[in-house]
């Protein structure tokens, strides 16, 4: 399935975030107020690769729901003219979020469409100093978006 891309706008008003977690989604919609002008097209719940195989399917049908199971999927790709934004979602961010987010910029570094610099940015309600360290020796941005509110 190809991935649906929205214009900011229409993305702010969608009533459900598609692949959103309910406890991730007032990050989500909080991320989007902010950076309305910032991008011009979003995705959620970004299909990254293939997934992982089965060493223990027997059947197609096992082994695409296991491919399906293992599927890395980035919570939020933006796009501008200059720049794409993957962002990662965390209600308690903890370090292991970075590596993920890191995973997850260099997956879409390689996807067809992505024709820019690749940004990675971890929204949360709560973290510490080794998330802040770790996503700043990567060069990557934290928001918090304490209490937010759908």
């Not at 049908?61 to 890395?72: D, E, I, V």
């Not at 919570?75 to 979602?89: I, K, P, Y």
């Not at 961010?93 to 610099?117: H, I, S």
Request: glycine letters at 6%.
């Amino acid at each position: 399935m190809a991935t649906l891309w929205f214009d900011m706008a229409t993305a702010i008003a969608l009533e459900t975030l598609p692949g959103i977690d309910v406890d991730e989604a007032p990050l989500v919609r909080a991320w989007l107020r902010e950076h309305e002008a910032d991008y011009d097209v979003v995705a959620f719940n970004v299909k990254l690769g293939e997934g992982r195989p089965s060493f223990g399917a027997d059947s197609p049908a096992a082994l695409a729901a296991w491919r399906g199971m293992t599927q890395l999927r980035a919570d939020v790709v933006a796009r501008s003219r200059s720049l794409t934004c993957v962002v990662e979602a965390k209600v308690i961010a903890r370090v292991d979020a970075v590596t993920q987010l890191a995973r997850y910029v260099t997956l879409v570094e390689r996807e067809p469409w992505c024709k820019t610099g690749v940004h990675g940015e971890l929204i949360c309600d709560v973290t510490d100093n080794a998330v802040r360290s770790a996503l700043a020796a990567r060069g990557f941005t934290l928001e918090y978006f304490k209490g937010a509110e759908s």
